[in-house]
Every structure is written in structure tokens, then in C-alpha cells.
């Protein structure tokens, strides 16, 4: 063998670490994520796959910084990712994509300037040119459409249309007309006070005449989550029949002729949520729903596959399977598949039609969002720690990205990874959460850590990209989570552990959690922060009042006491069927609302309290009574008040001025000598209610993540 002399060898090494060094000086350097990279992201939604299985369609949603404002518009990327193709534009925006049965149409919602004002249904040919108006609706909004198989009738989902017309040009707007209500349920967030004609209601319309013709006989009831049957037979959907669907969440699942004025029948009779996303079996004659717990536990459901037939046969695939699903899918050879949301991480798993388990199909961490599927090809929305949403393949257990939005800016960032922590708490509870140290983090260095409580109460932290991690990290603070009882990937006694006594259990895994943090070294336990948006924000208040360990606290959203929140948001079911009114066990409200009715006692750590003017999720009226106390008390505290926000902030430059203030708050009590003589807060026993998008509601509070 013929060998090199030695000072060649050594001469040669030199020279490829001389040239290993070149390269790396050439490599771009990565930086720390900013509060600007927060407008760059690229949000994907709605994957929709072509018929023959070769596009997706899908949204992409982008910061306008100049308008302040979201915008969203139509992508589509071919099944080996080599071509990607913007199809919309306009300051409009688009949504609810969908390809026409035969594939060679796309189809979208948007409210750009046509024929008919208002949100329509429009319609391109897949291969490009300009989209044309295909409905004309003036006197309903359009809520949701589906194509029939034969393509020639469009199910439309419609509610009256209430607000007042646009004024003609010159003339100034007629003043608004007073608001009767006459529903017992009569306001939702966003949606606003909700009129007595103000249902949801299919509607069948035939392309050739242009004509919309209502599809059911019933009155007075919310017609959603409607599906067509593979063979054009059925329209399946989800509707609450009881006599006053205002009372109960008894939803159940309905199947109807696609034929106007038809009579619907019941398919399923469970007291209780029957629904979500309905999946039609290839052969038309099997739904794949969700079913939730009895109305008691409303709040707390862990939905469970279930399937019933056109004769009303009702079967429970993977029965012992513990673990919320949804949104289900029907494979081309009859196998079903659901989404799982298993201990911080959601993943797609078969079920098991004549078993009691699953089949995960995707092992590592991670987060799947949504998915579609045709002619044998599964698209995704997956993301990680590391990874901002994009659209995969899914194939064979393994993913293969398609979209590349993002790609740009994660090149530019330097990220840190997540860890997973568990802990026994006082009461001998098994709790599990997640850990982000900051990115300049070294051992034995404890460093300001932010207890951030995720809303719900059923929701859960997970291993996805979330923007306030990266950003806490870069800021030198550790961002602690945890999913604590009332959480949902736990199963459903963890999930309802907490139905009907907020504010207690809760607490204990909480500072259980901090408790895990300070002992792995990570969390310094003088400089500690509490916040959280809805029942996070809830939550806050309670964990203030119950430890004396926190430098500061900042609850969005969140409620001063039950009591007061009775009849004023939109969780009057909940009030109901969980705790009962107040007035037969007034003292049940009383006992929940100690962070507010003991505030003397209890609120002494400096508080902000933050929320929308327009949100009926959970109303500013909790944070406005929270900073009254504690401004009567003498302790610090703000209050920031958004002009015309929901739960879930819209407005760029809002979502940009929390965060700001956020971490304003923690620099002026984490990173500050903290003021001498504080009063120190009084230990006690502690408890209540749900943003990654931006924002979220309290026990039963939805969860709009903080983006």
C-alpha cells in the first residue's frame, strides 16, 4: 500500500481545517429570533388534495404591517414539492379552499368585488386565469360550501345576514338598530349578540339556476359540519334537535336527501356531543364522528372515535383507547384514522374497527395540525419545536415536506429545543410539562423563568413551534409549561379531575411544576413570573393568590369571580350543567372567587391585567375588577385595555404591543432589584378558564394561541 510521507499527512491536515474554517467563516451566522421575525412567519392552513391526488391546495397567512392586518391567500404545491404556485391575490384574501370533483376547478370564499357584495363562493380553472363569482347570496352569509360529487349543486351553510348594508356612496351610514334577543345562548365571541334568526342552516344550490333552496324542514336549530356521501346519496351533518338547542350541547349526527325541503333522520341518540368532522365510509354507508362526555363534563370531553351507520347502528372503534381524538378519515381501503392528542403531541393513528386500540402512525414528538386525504396520498400540517408549520407527504409513517415557507427565515435563527418534565405532585399526582431554558443557558446558572399557563382548561402544551418559547430564550428567560389536571391529552378522568372545583387542583400542579424547574436548576426561584391568556389567565389570578413565590403576574383574559361572569359571557351551558346557577349554590360561586372576594388577604405580587373590548369569550369585566382591587389595595398593578378586540387579538400591531409590555413587565420585576418592603403575599389554598394563531377561554374557554 502506498502511503503519503508523514509531513504531507500533516500538511494536508492543516489544509482541510484551514479550508473546514473558510466554510465556516462563509456559512451565514445564525441570530437570535426577534419580535420582527413574528410579522415574516408564513402561517399554512386548509390542505386540500386534488381527486387524483397529484396537488394541495392550501392557505398560506401573512402579516400586512402596512394595513395591520392578516391577509390570507390560495397556494398550491404538486405531490413531489417541485412546483409551488400563489393563486390569489388581492387585499380581500381567500379561504375554504376546495378542488371541483372532477379536479380541474378550484374553489374558494372571498369577498372581493363581484356581481353579488358579500362573501361568495368563486371558482378557477386549476390550470390559471381569472377567478369567476359562482354564487350570488345577498341576504345570508355564506358560513361553509361543499361540492356534490356530480359537481352540479353546491351544500351551502348560511346564516341571516343581520348587520346593516354598506350605505350607498355620498350618504352617510342609517344608525344601528336595536339588538331583541330572544335566545337563552344569545351571545358568542366574534359572532357578537346572537338574534332569534340567527341559525345555521344547509342550503342546496344548483349551479344551472343559480337558485339556493333550503334542504331541511326543521326550524330553529344550527345545521353543521355537513358532509356528502361518496356516492351523492346522503348529506350527513351535525344538529342539536333538542326542544330548545339553546339549553343543552346534545348534538347528533343526521342524514338527509339531498333534495330541498326533505325531512332529516336521527342516526344518533348518545345525551351528550355526537359530531366534529363527519367522515363518510368509501362505500357511503358508515360516519366516522367524535363523541364527547355526558353535558356535565362538557368542558373537560375527551372525545372518543365512534361510527354509526345509515340504520343507525352505532359502533365505538378502539373503545379502551384513553386519548381525545378528531377529525377522522376514511382511507381508500376502508381503514379509519384520527388525530390524537396524546401527551404533548398530536399524531395520526389508525383505529382499530373491530378492536379496542390504535396504531400510531408517526413515533417521534411533534404536532400534527390537520390533514386531507385522496386517491391514496395524505398531506399534513406538521411542526415542532424547531419547526414552524408546513405542508408534508405523509407516507408510510414518514414525512415529506412540501412547502418550504419558511425555510428562509428558519435559516437565519438560531432556535433551542424543548424538554420534557414530569413531577409527583403534593397529592400524589403524576403531572407532565415542558421546559425551554434559554438559549445561552449553562448549568448551575439558574435563570429568570415565566410560568405561562395554557388556556382551555382542556388544551395542552405540545411539542410545536411557539414564537414566545424562542423569543423567551432569546431574551435570557427559561418559559415553563404545564399541563396540568383539567388538561386533555391525559385521558379523561385527568382531564375531568377539576369539574366544578376551579382554582384548586390546578394550582397544586402548577407550583409543583416551578417546584421541578427550581430542582433541575434551570428556574431561579427568586426571579419568577406567572401569565396566561383565558382560563390561563384565570389561573394566574388563582396561583397569585395562593404563593407568595412569584416576583409579578400578568392574567389576559381572565375572570375576577363566577359570579359576575354569569349570564355575561358565552358560557352559560357551563354555569348550568357544571356548577348549577348561582342561586342554588351561591356558595360554591363565593368559594371560587377568592383571588377577588379575599384580595385583601391574598393579591399582593404586582399585577397587569390585559383584554379586548369586544370579547365575549371571557370579557374585560374580570381583569377591570381584578386591577380595581388591587389598585384600591395599594398593590402595583396595570390595565390594558384593545379596542375592538375578540379573545384571539387580530390586529398586528396589538398582537406586537402585548408582547412588548409582556416582556416589559418581566424586565421591570425579573431583571430590577425588586423594590424594598413589599408586603409579602399570604399563602393559601388555592382555582377556574382557554392563543398559537394569538389568543384563548376559561373553563370551556377555547384556546386561541398567543402567536
Known amino acids: 500500500m502506498f502511503r503519503l510521507p508523514s509531513k504531507t499527512l500533516l500538511f494536508l491536515g492543516f489544509a482541510l481545517v484551514a479550508l473546514q474554517s473558510a466554510r465556516s467563516a462563509d456559512a451565514p451566522k445564525k441570530r437570535a429570533i426577534t419580535l420582527d421575525d413574528l410579522a415574516r412567519i408564513e402561517r399554512v392552513g386548509s390542505p386540500s388534495v386534488s381527486p387524483d391526488g397529484q396537488w394541495v391546495l392550501y392557505t398560506v397567512s401573512q402579516t400586512d404591517a402596512k394595513e395591520d392586518k392578516g391577509q390570507t391567500h390560495l397556494w398550491m404545491v404538486n405531490w413531489d414539492g417541485s412546483a409551488r404556485i400563489q393563486l390569489t391575490y388581492g387585499k380581500e384574501g381567500a379561504s375554504a379552499p376546495k378542488f371541483s370533483p372532477d379536479g380541474k376547478f ?78 337563552y345562548h344569545f351571545k358568542q365571541d366574534v359572532q357578537g349578540y346572537i338574534r332569534d334568526n340567527e341559525w345555521s342552516s344547509l342550503y342546496v344550490y344548483d349551479l344551472a339556476t343559480k337558485k339556493a333552496e333550503k334542504l331541511t324542514v326543521a326550524k330553529d336549530v344550527n345545521e353543521e359540519n355537513a358532509a356528502w356521501s361518496p356516492d351523492g346519496q346522503w348529506i350527513a351533518f351535525v344538529s342539536n334537535h333538542d326542544k330548545d338547542p339553546d339549553r343543552s350541547n346534545n348534538t347528533d349526527v343526521f342524514v338527509v336527501a339531498p333534495r330541498p325541503g326533505s325531512e332529516a333522520r336521527q342516526l344518533t341518540t348518545w345525551t351528550g356531543p355526537d359530531g366534529g368532522r363527519l367522515a363518510w365510509s368509501p362505500d357511503s354507508k358508515s360516519i366516522a364522528y367524535t363523541q364527547g362526555a355526558e353535558l356535565k363534563l362538557l368542558e373537560y370531553s375527551q372525545s372518543k372515535p365512534a361510527v ?133 443557558f449553562r448549568e448551575g446558572s439558574p435563570v429568570p423563568t415565566i410560568l405561562f399557563i395554557h388556556g382551555g382548561p382542556n388544551g395542552q402544551d405540545e411539542h410545536a413551534f411557539d414564537f414566545l418559547r424562542q423569543w423567551l430564550a432569546a431574551k435570557g428567560y427559561a418559559e415553563l409549561n404545564v399541563n396540568y389536571r383539567g388538561s386533555s391529552g391525559r385521558g379523561q378522568d385527568y382531564a375531568k379531575a377539576i369539574a366544578g372545583d376551579w382554582g384548586d387542583k390546578e394550582v397544586i400542579d402548577l407550583l409543583a411544576g416551578v417546584d421541578k424547574a427550581v430542582a433541575l436548576g434551570v428556574a431561579d426561584p427568586n426571579r419568577l413570573c406567572v401569565t396566561g391568556w383565558s382560563y390561563g389567565g384565570i389561573l394566574t389570578d388563582y396561583t397569585i393568590a395562593s404563593s407568595s413565590r412569584f416576583k409579578c403576574g400578568i392574567s389576559g383574559a381572565g375572570t375576577a369571580t363566577p359570579l359576575s361572569f354569569y349570564g355575561v359571557d358565552q358560557y352559560i351551558l357551563q354555569y348550568d350543567n357544571e356548577l348549577g346557577p348561582p342561586w342554588k349554590d351561591y356558595q360554591l360561586y363565593l368559594k371560587m372567587s377568592y383571588p377577588f372576594l379575599q384580595a385583601d388577604k391574598r393579591m399582593h405580587t404586582p399585577m397587569m391585567f390585559m383584554g379586548g373590548t369586544s370579547d365575549m369569550n371571557v370579557p374585560l369585566l374580570g381583569g377591570e375588577q381584578m386591577y380595581q382591587a388591587l389598585r384600591s389595595l395599594g398593590v402595583p398593578a396595570e390595565l390594558v385595555v384593545y379596542p375592538g378586540q375578540f379573545h384571539g387579538f387580530t390586529r398586528p400591531s396589538y398582537i406586537r404591543d402585548r408582547y412588548e409590555r409582556w416582556l416589559a413587565w418581566w424586565d421591570k420585576y425579573l431583571k430590577t432589584p425588586a423594590p424594598p418592603n413589599q408586603p409579602p403575599a399570604v399563602k393559601a389554598d388555592a382555582k377556574q378558564r382557554t392563543p398559537q394563531g394569538d389568543g384563548a377561554p376559561a373553563a370551556g374557554r377555547e384556546s386561541s394561541s398567543v402567536p
Not at 124 to 133: A, I, K, L, V
Not at 344 to 350: D, G, H, I, S, V
Not at 374 to 398: M, R, S
Open 308 to 440: 354509526v351507520t345509515l340504520d343507525g347502528k352505532v359502533s365505538y372503534p378502539a373503545a379502551r383507547f384513553d386519548r381525545s381524538v378528531h377529525e377522522p378519515i376514511y382511507f381508500p381501503d376502508g381503514r379509519l384514522g384520527y388525530l390524537v392528542a396524546d401527551d404533548r403531541n398530536q399524531y395520526p393513528a389508525e383505529v382499530e374497527l373491530s378492536g379496542d386500540g390504535v396504531k400510531r402512525e408517526f413515533a417521534q414528538q411533534g404536532t400534527f395540525m390537520g390533514w386531507d386525504e385522496a386517491a391514496g396520498h395524505t398531506a399534513v400540517i406538521y411542526t415542532n419545536d424547531t419547526a414552524i408549520p408546513e405542508i408534508y407527504a405523509f407516507e408510510n409513517g414518514t414525512l415529506r415536506k412540501l412547502t418550504t415557507h419558511n425555510d428562509a427565515l428558519l435559516a437565519e435563527l438560531s432556535l433551542v429545543s424543548t424538554d420534557d418534565i414530569g413531577f409527583t405532585t403534593k397529592d400524589g399526582t403524576d403531572v407532565h410539562g415542558l421546559l425551554t431554558p434559554p438559549a445561552d
Open 106 to 183: 378550484i374553489s374558494f370564499l372571498s369577498s372581493r368585488p363581484g356581481p353579488a357584495k358579500g362573501n361568495q363562493v368563486w371558482v378557477m380553472d386549476r390550470r390559471g386565469g381569472e377567478p369567476e363569482q359562482l354564487t350570488a347570496v345577498t341576504d345570508q352569509n355564506i358560513q361553509g360550501y361543499l361540492w356534490s360529487p356530480d359537481a352540479k349543486k353546491l351544500l351551502l351553510t348560511l346564516r341571516p345576514k343581520n348587520e346593516p348594508d354598506e350605505p350607498e356612496e355620498g350618504k352617510p351610514p342609517a344608525p344601528p338598530k336595536p339588538i331583541v334577543i330572544d335566545r
